[in-house]
């Protein structure tokens, strides 16, 4: 507390804030003596001496002036292309900054520039990768570019074959006789599907990768079943259906999408151009809010992480999940899009087969969209895991229960243990039980062994998984809009999926918000640098966690003037100095100082 005559009377027209700063002292017996609440906190040493310790509040001190964060949010917080934002001071060098973190409310609808740059570099990526790799001993088994991402190396032949061949057999269990593969690739499945079908289209956006398949055909001796091949992308689809197939399969393939809006176009496509009763299959997809768990057990798989350790590899995992450009989803997104597509009759949510452990087969999982007639379902009930008795938490037991029509939920995944572990380290949440988890594929099989059909649906984050008979493991749909409204659809469907295309948001947005920022904010009070979030990382109790908000990094910021590097001696040497004081990794010579980030004291620095 502050106290004496030269203490100011309050905040100018701010009377509830002076009410709760500016506080009668207890030490006058009259109401004119008044003391100021700074929020510091300290404590008295021993030897008479005042040991400052933090604040009671958010408040914070950047270039000499005290900081309310919060007020620098409801000031940024009214720009349109804002959803939510959070700032948080970072240390920069031996001074603080404001950092402002931004969900953006960006537009549901992305324009064709954006989807064909990301078309185009996913292409790129194929293209070189079938250019550089050997020819394969096998042409039918080409596996070029299915890459550990744990160890950057190939995946095993044999965790391949295992791969393909369960997803093989899932698409014939649903017997198709006209196919239309999108993303055909090197034939993986076309190879093992196409020879029990009338028809088999096969679509890649690769001419490339097209022409290589062409030829692996034209050598295959015996036989050949009705095969075409064209060169176009998921979203022309509609353009090379001749006849409607009863199966459209896209495997492996979403993630490499370049937004929500695009998948729902193609989608809505696939479904008109499927026959009554058909069939979509979607098929290794990559749940969304897995990630921030998956990139922490890539971090440290062979864990516990040390205390020590934690931020570390924290800001690691937080710099994984910003660079990130694939399309993830959760299984509610599919729950919506079917809701939103009348022809789709049942969304069937499934974790894949196998056991071999990697993770293709630990953390995707696949997707059938049921049309029209999807058969008689029985009436369901759902229990938790949690009310099941300890005795019947065994495999057989737990069958014999949704032999009775039950739906189990919640029950714990061995096959993500270890990376909701390390998940859960850096975010200091309380340890889960390690008893009583189970692994999908022991299920599978026993049911198989049984002749007992099963869906093993994936809960959002993969942390458990619900099991069932077919049909009963989707949540129902409670909802009072019609979704009529794509561009409301579009919003419900972001929050359960991912955005490639963050990147090309962060330049459109920044800037502008950086202008806003000026005109609304005094130069202390302007964030330094923006980061742009998919979700802001939470506490247990649903409050953000600041702790795990990632750093904003030493990448130039995202400006208005667009980069031009330096080519004098002058301005070279004037571009090392400012990387140095700003931290950055390059700065044009059209930069702003202050639009980098600087300040009055980094000039002098």
Request: aromatic fraction near 6%.
């Amino acid at each position: 507390f502050l106290g004496g005559a030269c203490l100011a009377r309050g905040y100018h027209d701010r009377p509830e804030e002076t009410a709760a700063r500016f506080v009668p002292d207890p030490r006058h017996d009259d109401t004119t003596g008044r003391l100021y609440r700074t929020g510091d906190i300290g404590r008295r040493r021993f030897d008479g001496s005042y040991e400052w310790i933090g604040r009671n509040d958010d408040q914070v001190k950047v270039r000499g002036h005290r900081v309310e964060p919060g007020e620098v949010e409801s000031v940024l917080a009214r720009h349109e292309g804002v959803r939510q934002v959070v700032v948080a001071p970072r240390r920069s060098g031996s001074s603080l900054e404001l950092v402002a973190y931004v969900q953006a409310d960006l537009p549901a609808e992305i324009n064709d520039e954006a989807v064909s740059e990301t078309l185009d570099n996913w292409r790129g990526v194929w293209e070189r990768t079938y250019s550089d790799g050997a020819e394969p001993r096998d042409p039918t088994f080409d596996t070029s570019g299915w890459n550990s991402s744990l160890t950057g190396e190939r995946l095993p032949d044999a965790h391949m074959r295992e791969w393909v061949d369960r997803t093989v057999e899932r698409i014939l269990a649903l017997k198709p006789r006209r196919v239309l593969e999108v993303g055909c690739g090197s034939g993986l499945l076309l190879h093992r599907i196409a020879p029990r079908c009338e028809h088999y289209a096969g679509l890649d956006y690769s001419q490339q990768v097209i022409d290589r398949l062409s030829e692996t055909l034209a050598q295959r001796a015996g036989p050949s079943p009705s095969v075409t091949l064209a060169c176009a992308a998921a979203q022309e689809l509609a353009d090379h259906v001749d006849e409607p197939v009863d199966l459209v399969v896209m495997n492996s393939v979403l993630q490499h999408f370049p937004s929500p809006a695009y998948l729902l176009d193609v989608l809505e496509q696939a479904v008109s151009a499927t026959a009554p009763d058909g069939r979509v299959f979607l098929g290794d997809v990559t749940p969304h809010a897995f990630r921030e768990a998956f990139f922490a057990w890539l971090e440290a798989r062979d864990g516990p992480i040390d205390g020590s350790e934690r931020a570390a590899v924290r800001e690691r995992v937080q710099r994984r999940m910003a660079l990130d450009r694939e399309l993830t989803l959760d299984p509610p997104f599919f729950d919506l899009l079917g809701a939103h597509l009348p022809r789709v009759a049942r969304v069937e949510v499934q974790a894949r087969k196998g056991r071999e452990r990697n993770e293709l087969t630990d953390f995707r999982f696949d997707v059938i969209l049921h049309l029209d007639d999807a058969g008689e379902i029985g009436m369901s009930k759902a229990m938790a895991w949690s009310a099941l008795a300890r005795d019947d938490r065994s495999v057989d037991s737990l069958l014999e229960v949704v032999r009775s029509g039950v739906c189990v939920r919640g029950v714990p995944n061995i096959r993500t243990q270890a990376a909701w572990q390390r998940a859960d380290e850096l975010s200091d949440a309380d340890p889960v039980s390690d008893e009583g988890f189970l692994d999908p594929n022991e299920l599978f099989a026993a049911a198989d062994q049984q002749g007992i059909s099963l869906e093993i649906r994936p809960d959002t984050g993969c942390r458990s998984f619900s099991v069932g008979p077919p049909g009963s493991c989707a949540p129902a749909m409670v909802d009072d809009d019609p979704l009529a409204d794509r561009q409301a659809l579009l919003r419900r469907l972001s929050a359960h999926a991912s955005n490639p295309l963050r990147e090309r948001a962060a330049r459109a947005l920044f800037p502008r918000l950086r202008k806003f920022a000026a005109q609304a904010l005094p130069d202390y009070l302007r964030p330094a640098s923006y980061v742009l979030l998919d979700s802001f990382p939470r506490t247990p109790s649903g409050k953000v966690d600041r702790r795990r908000l990632p750093s904003p990094g030493h990448r130039r910021p995202e400006l208005a003037t667009t980069y031009a590097a330096p080519r004098t001696d002058i301005e070279q040497t004037t571009e090392r100095v400012w990387r140095d004081v700003l931290g950055l990794d390059r700065i044009g010579i059209d930069d702003s100082f202050f639009d980098l980030g600087g300040n009055s004291l980094g000039v002098i620095t």
